[in-house]
């Protein structure tokens, strides 16, 4: 199997994880199969051990992947709704070498299961205050795919009683309070069915960034209307962060399925088959009446927005030094 091969010189990839279910060799296999000149490996919830290994996976290789890390919640001060001791938790991540922070409590079953609070609760004030006067980028897991509320499809982890509308109002009271916060809403904050939203809340917050990372909806929704997402990806082409969501559990066949599907979305008019599907031998899923995927063939310039330039401007060019 033949590494990706891109348009663009220069890729980063914003959004792959790190469980520690396979080597750390598997996962490095499988970056160089992606093919992109560098990666954002972003911490995981439900590992303790999961800042450890980012370390050593930037000290293994330091020029070749940013590392965001998870923060840890104190049942008691969460009772209490203080969070003051998160700033400490930032602090330390950044003198440890941490490039960002990552994010998973705005995940439903977060919310269930660690902390209750929603993000404009005063639990997170302190944390969003230094976190936007110092400029240290986190990317965030708000809400999910909408269908996860689909009262006819019911799924447990979704059933804590908040809407969807209600995450994404939390997502703008945050933006609304702190302007200058540097934030990257993974997964394209779920609204690709819903772009004028979308590019409402883009206007309204200069500092707000989405990525690519996969669930496909946003796939299957643009690919209805190519034309149309053409068009948003080249109005908001500074604001769209590149990322496939690869980890280490992923077969290479998987993982080639990632990047491959990604790049003939972004750089080619061509339909293609769901290769995720495909490499866990099920059948594609038919979502927003279509099955197959439609690529939006952007320009020149705006795949070299999309695909490294924007996060340079997030998080930096060069992943920080681990002291």
């Known amino acids: 199997m ?135 980028p986190v990317t965030v897991h708000q809400g999910d795919v909408a269908t996860c509320w689909n009262p006819a499809k019911p799924r447990e982890n979704y059933a804590d009683g908040a809407s969807f509308e209600s995450y994404i109002r939390e997502a703008e009271a945050v933006l609304a309070a702190h302007p200058k916060l540097r934030i990257s809403f993974a997964h394209f904050l779920w609204l690709s069915p819903w772009l004028d939203r979308l590019d409402r809340m883009f206007r309204a917050y200069p500092e707000m960034r989405i990525d690519l990372a996969m669930g496909s909806e946003y796939l299957h929704c643009l690919s209805n209307a190519p034309a149309e997402g053409r068009q948003f990806f080249t109005t908001w082409q500074h604001r769209i962060l590149y990322g496939t969501d690869i980890n280490d559990n992923n077969s290479f066949r998987m993982t080639h399925g990632k990047a491959e599907m990604l790049r003939l979305f972004l750089e080619t008019d061509e339909e293609f088959e769901n290769l995720t599907a495909l490499a866990q031998g099920l059948e594609p899923p038919v979502l927003h009446g279509r099955s197959t995927f439609r690529g939006l063939n952007l320009p020149p310039d705006v795949l070299e927005n999309v695909m490294a330039r924007n996060f340079e401007e997030f998080a930096g060019a060069e992943p920080k030094p681990v002291p």
Not at 6 to 13: E, G, P, Q
Not at 54 to 60: C, G, N, Q, Y
Not at 73 to 97: F, I, N, S, T
């Open 2 to 136: 033949e590494p990706i091969r891109w348009k663009t010189k220069n890729v980063i990839d914003s959004h792959v994880h790190f469980e520690h279910n396979q080597p750390f060799q598997h996962f490095y296999d499988n970056a160089d199969l992606a093919n992109c000149t560098k990666y954002a490996v972003l911490g995981l919830p439900f590992l303790a051990e999961q800042n450890d290994w980012l370390l050593e996976i930037k000290r293994a290789q330091p020029k070749r992947f940013f590392i965001f890390g998870r923060l840890f919640h104190d049942p008691a001060k969460v009772a209490r709704g203080d969070g003051g001791y998160l700033v400490e938790q930032v602090e330390h991540l950044m003198h440890a070498g941490f490039d960002g922070v990552k994010m998973w409590e705005g995940k439903p079953v977060q919310r269930k299961t660690v902390v209750p609070w929603p993000f404009d609760h005063a639990y997170y004030r302190p944390y969003w205050e230094y976190m936007a006067a110092r400029g240290v």
